[in-house]
């Protein structure tokens, strides 16, 4: 059972996303569950649209409709026009024959106003879900959204940084093609606006016409040639040396917690640390760091298991330094659970990264010493970690 902070009661909303099991889809859904008590997600697969009475059933079932899914490439452009207005037009027949007004978010692009087919097809779809919302008294808000990046995009297809950080973990060679400016915003920053803008359904009458359009800033803006400057370090330093990169500058933190997602953790983990040894012990770097953070330790007593729990932003580690014990993660979302045996006598560590549920168990005889590592650089009042089995 996932846990959630306490917040004021309100009216409980289903919301539905169309592209849910896309890259903004799947974040924004996992999200929203999060918090049961104020919103119910209604499940949406991309085949309800080769069925008008599928997408009919479900748009009858939604208070909020979050419109994501698009096609953003292709190799004949006119399909990517093609294919995005048709999605538009399939949802508006669905809400137009089922009678239903529901708020709808829309997520458009800065490439609104670029002579291409996929921002020209953003735009002509913004307006007409505009046009019925004004025909209707409906609500309908447009997203003008700058370039996405973020855990779990896809490589070749979302952004420069989903490829570049696939590319540098899976022993590929990144191409910079054209060293643009590109102005960017994480992936969870636009989940929160997505929020804000849901909860403010339950302050309008059903009856009542919204029509607005929300620009949302970027974040960060730099040339495609310093991103991959700041992947290439974190290949050089994490990858291949363990250590924790400076994460003291909120950019650098979200490239390090989306890079961190594209390793492949089943052939990664664990990573070994080096033992010294003399004639008066053993000494072992677990953590070394370039920024700060939070170091810890504890014991956990044989059988015994810690954790199941996930963290929507903050990267943790575990070095095991004594004892035996059995680390396990799982993603939000799915079932695959990876599975890695430590024992302290050829001490190693586990990264988690955001979004994974995760848990420690002594598998041992004897009581376990763990050193835990855990990024703070954030606002301690703002809740980050939410309990959920492996």
Not at 31 to 41: A, C, G, I, Q
Not at 234 to 246: L, R
């Amino acid at each position: 059972m996932t846990s959630h902070p306490s917040s004021p009661t309100v009216s409980r909303l289903r919301i539905g996303i169309t592209g849910q099991a896309g890259f903004m889809g799947s974040h924004l859904f996992n999200w929203l569950n999060l918090f049961p008590e104020k919103f119910e997600t209604r499940p949406f697969a991309d085949e309800f649209f080769n069925s008008a009475e599928t997408l009919r059933n479900w748009v009858s079932g939604c208070d909020v409709i979050v419109h994501l899914a698009a096609l953003n490439r292709h190799n004949d452009p006119e399909v990517i026009y093609q294919t995005n207005i048709r999605l538009v037009t399939q949802l508006i027949d669905a809400l137009e024959n089922t009678h239903k007004r529901p708020h709808v978010l829309f997520a458009s692009s800065t490439q609104e106003e670029r002579d291409n087919h996929y921002g020209r097809s953003k735009k002509k779809g913004r307006e007409l879900l505009e046009a019925w919302a004004a025909e209707n008294s409906a609500q309908v808000t447009g997203f003008i959204i700058p370039n996405v990046y973020g855990p779990f995009g896809n490589p070749y297809y979302n952004s420069v940084v989903a490829t570049f950080c696939h590319q540098l973990t899976h022993n590929e060679q990144p191409r910079i093609d054209v060293d643009g400016e590109l102005k960017l915003i994480y992936v969870s920053e636009v989940v929160q606006q997505f929020v804000k803008q849901i909860e403010e359904t339950n302050r309008h009458r059903k009856s009542e016409l919204v029509i607005e359009t929300i620009q949302l800033q970027h974040t960060a803006q730099a040339k495609v040639s310093v991103i991959l400057n700041i992947l290439e370090s974190y290949k050089a330093n994490y990858f291949e040396k363990g250590e924790i990169p400076a994460l003291d500058d909120p950019f650098k933190r979200n490239l390090f917690s989306t890079f961190l997602c594209y390793i492949d953790h089943k052939n990664f983990f664990p990573f070994k640390l080096k033992l010294n040894t003399d004639q008066r012990g053993s000494f072992v770097e677990t953590v070394k760091l370039n920024s700060g953070g939070q170091v810890s330790f504890s014991t956990t007593l044989p059988g015994i298991t810690r954790g199941n729990h996930f963290h929507t932003r903050k990267a943790e580690r575990f070095a095991v330094i004594k004892g035996k014990a059995l680390i396990e993660f799982r993603r939000i979302g799915t079932g695959e659970i990876l599975s890695f045996e430590l024992d302290g006598d050829h001490p190693s560590f586990v990264d988690m990264p955001v979004w994974y549920t995760h848990n420690i168990r002594n598998t041992g005889e004897e009581e376990l010493y763990t050193i835990f590592w855990i990024n703070e650089h954030f606002d301690v009042s703002d809740p980050d970690t939410y309990f959920e089995k492996v």
